[in-house]
């Protein structure tokens, strides 16, 4: 990895990545919610994985006037992006309650509430337009199962899902096999995976999935 002008973005990006329960991840994120910001968008970092989240869910043909889901939305960088794209109402879920206040003072969220996204979600079946999901699919976050099928199990029947994966992860850690699978259940259809800058000052890559819900209930 590039050695990062911050000292303290180096530190946190090392450790976040590294962590092996949900309850270490929600602490490092706690610590760094104030500082976050200004650490990953400046500088070398150029963190530019969430306007181009906000942007593909707008030119994919989501609902921006619907409802939507930001699923991991840390401190509302995709949020806020979303809602100079028309969103208007957005709702945030984040595992970390130190990010989610710094997402409550950017005024785009109409919810916010701390979920696992690791586990089920508690939000009813076909809920939202439009899900984005930017930044939660990484090493040490968010495996492909429930992941995946949550957010698809969320979404309104021809609703939007844009996620990114990290490019380390997607083959080796099971996502693009999880996607194929929903897929061939016939539960969405696959509209891209393609592989796009995500920090760039790291020459960190991530596949840009974006998928489309089908018209399929999800049995439980």
């Known amino acids: 990895?590039?050695?990062?002008?911050?000292?303290?973005?180096?530190?946190?990006?090392?450790?976040?990545?590294?962590?092996s329960t949900p309850t270490?991840?929600?602490?490092?994120?706690?610590?760094?919610?104030?500082?976050?910001?200004?650490?990953?968008?400046?500088?070398?970092?150029?963190?530019v994985a969430p306007r181009a989240t906000a942007l593909r869910a707008k030119t994919e043909g989501g609902n921006m006037t619907g409802s939507i889901l930001d699923a991991g939305c840390g401190?509302?960088?995709?949020?806020?992006?979303?809602?100079?794209?028309?969103?208007?109402?957005?709702?945030?879920?984040?595992?970390?309650?130190?990010?989610?206040?710094?997402?409550?003072?950017?005024?785009?969220?109409?919810?916010?509430?701390?979920?696992?996204?690791?586990?089920q979600i508690d939000k009813p079946d076909e809920s939202y337009d439009v899900i984005t999901c930017c930044g939660t699919f990484t090493p040490g976050h968010v495996g492909p199962?429930?992941?995946?099928?949550?957010?698809v199990r969320l979404a309104k029947k021809g609703g939007v899902i844009v996620a990114t994966i990290t490019d380390v992860i997607f083959d080796t850690g099971g996502?693009?096999?999880?996607?194929?699978?929903?897929?061939?259940?016939?539960?969405?259809?696959?509209?891209?995976t393609a592989k796009e800058p995500y920090r760039v000052g790291s020459n960190t890559l991530a596949h840009m999935v974006v998928l489309r819900r089908s018209d399929l209930a999800i049995g439980h």
């Open 1 to 19: 990895m590039t050695e990062f002008k911050q000292s303290n973005t180096a530190k946190y990006l090392t450790s976040i990545y590294s962590v």
């Open 24 to 47: 270490e991840c929600a602490s490092i994120y706690d610590s760094w919610s104030e500082s976050y910001d200004v650490d990953v968008v400046q500088g070398n970092v150029e963190y």
């Open 75 to 119: 401190t509302g960088l995709v949020g806020v992006a979303l809602a100079q794209y028309g969103a208007k109402n957005i709702d945030g879920i984040d595992l970390s309650s130190g990010m989610l206040n710094e997402a409550r003072k950017t005024g785009v969220y109409r919810d916010l509430s701390i979920a696992d996204m690791s586990k």
């Open 145 to 151: 199962e429930p992941g995946i099928k949550e957010l």
């Open 175 to 192: 996502y693009r096999a999880e996607i194929e699978r929903l897929a061939s259940d016939g539960l969405i259809t696959i509209v891209a």
